[in-house]
């Protein structure tokens, strides 16, 4: 399995990105899928995560109401839509896939895609 994340740019305060993940090499049900992100200096921490079918969603409290996670299990691609974005959302972001259960835990996570670089300006 391989996870391929894209869209990653840089933009000002205020506005809105979409990053998208595409997984090749699946076979059965869909996975589960999350997104983290890394800023420099900083920890990786959970950004969203979305269960197979999409009817379940999770945020980390500071993307609320600002960040919505969506899949296409037909395309095999998870997205995270980014609006209203803020100086403390820059860092790489990183979609993950799980064939166990939703988790904001990284280490729940089998695969892991490259990144990509999410640079807000302010």
């Known amino acids: 399995v391989q996870l391929q994340a894209s869209g990653g740019g840089l933009v000002q305060a205020g506005g809105s990105l979409r990053v998208s993940c595409v997984i090749s090499?699946?076979?059965?049900?869909?996975?589960?899928m999350g997104w983290f992100r890394q800023a420099p200096g900083k920890e990786r921490e959970f950004v969203s995560a979305?269960?197979?079918?999409?009817?379940?969603?999770e945020y980390t409290y500071s993307v609320k109401g600002r960040f919505t996670i969506s899949r296409d299990n037909r395309k095999d691609t998870v997205y995270l839509q980014m609006n209203s974005l803020k100086p403390e959302d820059t860092a790489v972001y990183y979609c993950?896939?799980?064939?166990?259960?939703?988790?904001?835990?990284?280490?729940?996570?089998?695969?892991w895609g490259q990144g990509t670089l999410v640079t807000v300006s302010s």
């Open positions: 993950a896939a799980s064939s166990n259960f939703i988790s904001t835990h990284g280490s729940d996570y089998e695969y």
């Open positions: 090499g699946r076979t059965g049900t869909p996975y589960i």
């Open positions: 979305i269960n197979r079918s999409g009817g379940r969603t």
